[in-house]
């Protein structure tokens, strides 16, 4: 079992900046990659980037070269780093651990979630 808490979501205005962290205990071990998602009411959710055990990295292409994801103090805190946000980022941001070793950005290879936290970006 992996248990993930999200933490860091808050109101920002366009073109601003936050920092989302994910604290993951558990069974680490047996995590392939890490992601984070995103959902807005009425539309499924949506992958944001993930991050693999080897430390590749995969983005969806409406937020490279804004958003990066890292690893923190080893593989127990999981980052994401958003910039220039847009109000299209806003929604609840999920943090998400895949056994697969580096998967598709989906969130059908994701077993373990966090409850989220909400990102809201006005223009």
């Known amino acids: 079992q992996v248990q993930l808490v999200e933490s860091g979501?808050?109101?920002v205005q366009a073109g601003g900046s936050l920092r989302l962290s994910c604290r993951v205990?558990?069974?680490i071990a047996?995590?392939?990659a890490m992601g984070w998602f995103r959902q807005v009411p009425g539309k499924e959710r949506e992958g944001v980037g993930l991050i693999c055990r080897g430390l590749k990295t995969t983005y969806a292409d409406s937020v490279k070269g804004r958003f990066t994801i890292s690893l923190d103090n080893g593989p127990?805190?999981?980052s994401l780093q958003m910039n220039s946000l847009k109000p299209e980022d806003t929604g609840t941001y999920?943090?998400?651990?895949?056994d697969d070793y580096c998967p598709a950005l989906s969130s059908v290879y994701f077993r373990s979630w966090g409850?989220?936290?909400q990102?809201?970006?006005s223009s």
Do not use: E
């Open 25 to 27: 205990s558990g069974y």
């Open 119 to 121: 990102v809201t970006v």
């Open 9 to 11: 979501g808050d109101s």
């Open 30 to 32: 047996k995590i392939g």
């Open 115 to 117: 409850q989220g936290t």
């Open 76 to 78: 127990d805190t999981l």
């Open 94 to 98: 999920f943090c998400a651990a895949s």
